[in-house]
């Protein structure tokens, strides 16, 4: 063989043997002997494989041609439909989701190749595709003009049918997942570039290996105002995508999520509140303590946001978390056994901290607080279960036996006995007056307050208002 041959026995290209070497003795001429046969049957090779990309990732919409190697993780169904015209015939398209390690990627073969791919094609066949990238719904898709097998290339890629959390990674398709429901958001709008409207939602799986958030799309959007947390949930035909460093597993019209009568088992890790430092995005877990009414503020840009303070304590300290949006809607009482999780840890009233969940967080209730703990049944002054309370430890002061709560069960309370109120100020001066939600009282404190802020006075009520003792 020579020289020319070598190379071209080398080439990953559609071109033949032939017009190669054609192409070579035109470069030879066009440089006018500076190049011998080898060097410009090397420039040639060059310039038919410089369609070819390192990994599925680098494949980008507005690629004149890409060529990579991907293996199959599903096969859709071979859909048929009308081309303009009377006399045109009708045209089939197939639907394959392909992937290496770097991601994964929808690739489209159309009419005779759609039909011949749907009898061949298997999952964890390896490809070898030349096509026209271009932006679809989901992301980058390729229009295939030629794929066929490479059984010498291995790419390491796990195909399987059912998946944990933890055997989540990048790439993968048609992946069916078991979890319990931990969260839900409400469905968003928005406008695609075509013109045409999208909508989307979130919400939160977790098993016994971990959690992923899952992304609904359009025609599934809606389940996560149709479904509630708690419950066991199956996400079918999901496919896992990155976001901000992390994995989500999306699902489009392909996919499902269902309710199934399996008790899947969610165990959450979390950080003791005595270890939290600031700037931390942290998970954390306690009873609540405190939960007070939600609020509304007006933003800057005039939309409306909304907020509620909760209280919450483990074994090591108690925590206050702002929870933002809506999350502010979700039923939360004290003695409510929680967990948040992705809660950013923040500056907080008097050089303490607080924790903040936003849409990235994650709220779920562990156990309602009827049934939290294991001591007796009895309530606190303030409606509270005392076994809710006990259930991170003997050490919660509840403020002793001398102290009452402002607002308590009985909706009395006598002058001269020692109460604590919590609410917020919606007076700063002289008295300073908190509000609950329930009721408001009248304060007497020289303590540094402001307007909106969460804060619990103790001390003695006379004559209907509370000489406090401290301020926190």
């Given at each position: 063989?020579?020289?020319?041959?070598?190379?071209?026995?080398?080439?990953?290209?559609?071109?033949?043997?032939?017009?190669?070497?054609?192409?070579?003795?035109?470069?030879?001429?066009?440089?006018?002997?500076?190049?011998?046969?080898?060097?410009?049957?090397?420039?040639?090779?060059?310039?038919?494989?410089?369609?070819?990309?390192?990994?599925?990732?680098?494949?980008?919409?507005?690629?004149?041609?890409?060529?990579?190697?991907?293996?199959?993780?599903?096969?859709?169904?071979?859909?048929?439909?009308?081309?303009?015209?009377?006399?045109?015939?009708?045209?089939?398209?197939?639907?394959?989701?392909?992937?290496?390690?770097?991601?994964?990627?929808?690739?489209?073969?159309?009419?005779?190749?759609?039909?011949?791919?749907?009898?061949?094609?298997?999952?964890?066949?390896?490809?070898?595709?030349?096509?026209?990238?271009?932006?679809?719904?989901?992301?980058?898709?390729?229009?295939?003009?030629?794929?066929?097998?490479?059984?010498?290339?291995?790419?390491?890629?796990?195909?399987?049918?059912?998946?944990?959390?933890?055997?989540?990674?990048?790439?993968?398709?048609?992946?069916?997942?078991?979890?319990?429901?931990?969260?839900?958001?409400?469905?968003?709008?928005?406008?695609?570039?075509?013109?045409?409207?999208?909508?989307?939602?979130?919400?939160?799986?977790?098993?016994?290996?971990?959690?992923?958030?899952?992304?609904?799309?359009?025609?599934?959007?809606?389940?996560?105002?149709?479904?509630?947390?708690?419950?066991?949930?199956?996400?079918?035909?999901?496919?896992?995508?990155?976001?901000?460093?992390?994995?989500?597993?999306?699902?489009?019209?392909?996919?499902?999520?269902?309710?199934?009568?399996?008790?899947?088992?969610?165990?959450?890790?979390?950080?003791?509140?005595?270890?939290?430092?600031?700037?931390?995005?942290?998970?954390?877990?306690?009873?609540?303590?405190?939960?007070?009414?939600?609020?509304?503020?007006?933003?800057?840009?005039?939309s409306e946001g909304q907020v509620r303070n909760v209280r919450i304590q483990d074994d090591t300290g108690d925590l206050r978390v702002a929870l933002w949006g809506e999350k502010a809607d979700r039923e939360i009482a004290p003695g409510d056994?929680?967990?948040?999780?992705?809660?950013?840890?923040?500056?907080?009233?008097?050089?303490?901290?607080?924790?903040?969940?936003?849409?990235?967080?994650?709220?779920?209730?562990?156990?309602?607080?009827?049934?939290?703990?294991?001591?007796?049944?009895?309530?606190?002054?303030?409606?509270?279960?005392?076994?809710?309370?006990?259930?991170?430890?003997?050490?919660?002061?509840?403020?002793?036996?001398?102290?009452?709560?402002?607002?308590?069960?009985?909706?009395?309370?006598?002058?001269?006995?020692?109460?604590?109120?919590?609410?917020?100020?919606?007076?700063?001066?002289?008295?300073?007056?908190?509000?609950?939600?329930?009721?408001?009282?009248?304060?007497?404190?020289?303590?540094?307050?402001?307007?909106?802020q969460e804060v619990t006075a103790r001390g003695e009520l006379q004559d209907g208002r509370l000489d406090a003792d401290d301020v926190f």
């Open positions: 063989m020579g020289v020319i041959e070598d190379v071209y026995g080398d080439l990953d290209a559609d071109v033949s043997l032939e017009e190669f070497r054609e192409a070579v003795e035109d470069k030879v001429d066009q440089m006018g002997g500076l190049a011998d046969e080898e060097t410009a049957a090397m420039l040639i090779a060059h310039e038919l494989d410089e369609d070819e990309v390192n990994g599925v990732a680098d494949v980008e919409p507005g690629m004149e041609e890409a060529k990579f190697v991907a293996k199959v993780v599903s096969v859709g169904d071979v859909r048929t439909f009308e081309r303009d015209g009377e006399d045109a015939e009708d045209g089939h398209v197939l639907n394959v989701e392909v992937a290496d390690e770097t991601g994964s990627i929808r690739i489209s073969l159309w009419d005779e190749q759609a039909q011949a791919a749907k009898e061949e094609l298997e999952k964890g066949q390896v490809l070898r595709i030349k096509g026209r990238p271009k932006e679809g719904y989901n992301g980058t898709e390729v229009s295939v003009d030629k794929a066929e097998p490479d059984e010498d290339t291995e790419i390491d890629v796990q195909v399987q049918n059912t998946y944990a959390v933890d055997d989540l990674s990048l790439g993968l398709s048609d992946v069916n997942l078991r979890g319990k429901l931990l969260d839900t958001d409400t469905v968003r709008t928005f406008d695609r570039d075509d013109g045409s409207q999208g909508k989307v939602s979130n919400l939160t799986v977790g098993d016994e290996t971990g959690r992923v958030r899952v992304t609904l799309w359009d025609e599934r959007a809606d389940l996560a105002e149709e479904l509630d947390p708690g419950i066991s949930v199956e996400v079918v035909d999901g496919y896992v995508r990155e976001r901000d460093g992390s994995l989500e597993l999306h699902v489009g019209n392909r996919g499902a999520v269902e309710e199934i009568e399996e008790d899947v088992e969610y165990v959450p890790e979390s950080t003791d509140i005595a270890d939290l430092e600031l700037g931390d995005t942290a998970d954390v877990a306690g009873v609540v303590r405190s939960a007070d009414p939600k609020r509304t503020f007006d933003r800057d840009d005039g056994e929680v967990q948040f999780a992705d809660v950013e840890i923040q500056d907080g009233w008097e050089d303490d901290i607080e924790g903040s969940a936003g849409w990235q967080s994650t709220v779920t209730v562990l156990e309602s607080g009827a049934e939290v703990g294991t001591g007796t049944d009895e309530s606190s002054d303030d409606g509270s279960s005392s076994a809710g309370l006990d259930a991170f430890g003997d050490d919660v002061d509840d403020g002793g036996d001398d102290t009452a709560t402002v607002g308590a069960s009985d909706g009395e309370n006598e002058d001269g006995e020692y109460v604590e109120f919590t609410g917020t100020v919606v007076q700063a001066g002289s008295p300073v007056v908190l509000d609950d939600g329930e009721e408001t009282v009248s304060v007497d404190t020289d303590a540094d307050v402001h307007l909106g």
